[in-house]
């Protein structure tokens, strides 16, 4: 008797990579003691790492729906598509077809990029990655005009937000499904000719903002975001994930969703629109800023203090040791914290200390905020 002989995928992957010998697996027969015996063979063709490396890592990026937002010479710049951010960070230059996260420290190549994107140690899972890309990718042209974002989509579909893929991702950042499908839809829209699907969150010019695991961009036009209640006092956000971070601490302090209407909101969508919103914060009696622990965080609330001083109370100081307000509510501190230290830069800023809607920091693991 003759035992099978079967090789799985992963095997023949893992040995394919190591050896890199073989493109192709044909079929064959092979004589077991004279008798002659069919091998059903799997077709796998798979890039080498050099035709991988010769594909220019903005064409991978466009493929994969992942857009710049600025160039500067030979670098592109984007808001990194492995982390949740407001400011560019995230850079690739053209001539050297090299990527680097500033904020995450690290960078490298083409496969390098694919690993990080899909969460793979495998090298030869991350070519099948790219090649897979392949046919759908061409030369760019790129245009950093803010109209460019519905032309380069197709078969846009804006539905309500039931993607079981889409609500794990929140669920993962802490946001209830009950909660996200209130502010939040899904899309689906067509890139190259092929799928895609995000959390769409709507702006005040008919716009959206897109986010999933793995991407973070938007339908222009780019505008901020308002819910208006009718009040003296308003809360600021730089993304939406922050603003619905912000709702679940308040439901944890006081269940009575009616209480969350004694604010009006804006999330800006990005810190640059906070000089669009510098005229309308006029009205406000109070002014709470729940912006990110970075440069970009503080400028933006510095520049809302230079117009509205002690009107003006900046509430990251109650989140000192995370990167923003969706980090605090997951308990995910920065990553080798020397504490951030937070000094006003304008005297005429002062920020209030009694008020009773700061957060207060707590090392229980349902995190909550005094509001």
Not at 51 to 70: D, F, R
Not at 142 to 151: G, K, L, N, P
Not at 181 to 202: D, G, L, S, T, W
Request: contains cysteine.
């Amino acid at each position: 008797m003759h035992s099978d002989r079967r090789f799985s995928l992963s095997c023949i992957l893992c040995i394919q990579n190591k050896l890199n010998l073989y493109q192709q697996l044909y079929s064959s027969q092979i004589d077991f003691a004279g008798e002659k015996k069919k091998i059903i063979t799997l077709k796998i063709i798979i890039m080498t790492i050099e035709q991988a490396k010769n594909i220019a890592i903005e064409e991978y990026l466009q493929s994969c729906g992942i857009t710049p937002v600025k160039r500067q010479g030979n670098n592109l710049w984007y808001l990194s598509p492995l982390r949740t951010e407001s400011e560019p960070s995230f850079k690739v230059n053209q001539s050297r077809n090299e990527w680097y996260d500033f904020g995450l420290g690290r960078g490298g190549d083409i496969i390098q990029l694919a690993m990080v994107l899909h969460g793979t140690d495998s090298v030869s899972f991350a070519l099948k990655t790219i090649e897979d890309n392949t046919p759908l990718l061409k030369p760019l042209s790129f245009s950093f005009r803010q109209q460019e974002a519905f032309e380069q989509f197709e078969d846009i579909t804006i539905k309500p937000l039931a993607n079981a893929a889409l609500l794990q991702f929140l669920n993962e950042r802490q946001i209830p499904t009950s909660l996200a499908q209130q502010f939040c839809q899904e899309v689906y829209y067509k890139h190259n000719n092929k799928p895609y699907f995000a959390i769409a969150f709507r702006n005040e010019l008919g716009g959206y903002e897109l986010r999933n695991k793995y991407f973070k961009g938007c339908f222009a036009p780019k505008a901020l975001t308002a819910i208006e209640n009718g009040k003296t006092s308003c809360c600021i956000f730089e993304g939406a994930t922050d603003f619905l971070s912000y709702l679940v601490l308040r439901l944890r302090h006081n269940p009575d969703p009616s209480a969350l209407q004694d604010r009006n909101y804006f999330i800006l969508n990005s810190v640059n629109n906070t000089s669009k919103i510098l005229d309308r914060l006029e009205k406000y009696e109070h002014i709470y800023c729940y912006l990110d622990n970075d440069e970009a965080g503080k400028r933006s609330v510095n520049e809302i203090c230079q117009r509205y001083g002690i009107r003006v109370s900046d509430q990251s100081s109650q989140y000192r040791e995370y990167k923003d307000l969706n980090d605090y509510l997951c308990g995910k501190k920065i990553e080798n914290l020397q504490k951030i230290k937070h000094e006003n830069s304008l005297s005429n800023c002062q920020v209030s200390k009694t008020e009773s809607e700061q957060p207060k920091p707590t090392l229980k693991p349902i995190r909550r905020m005094k509001l």
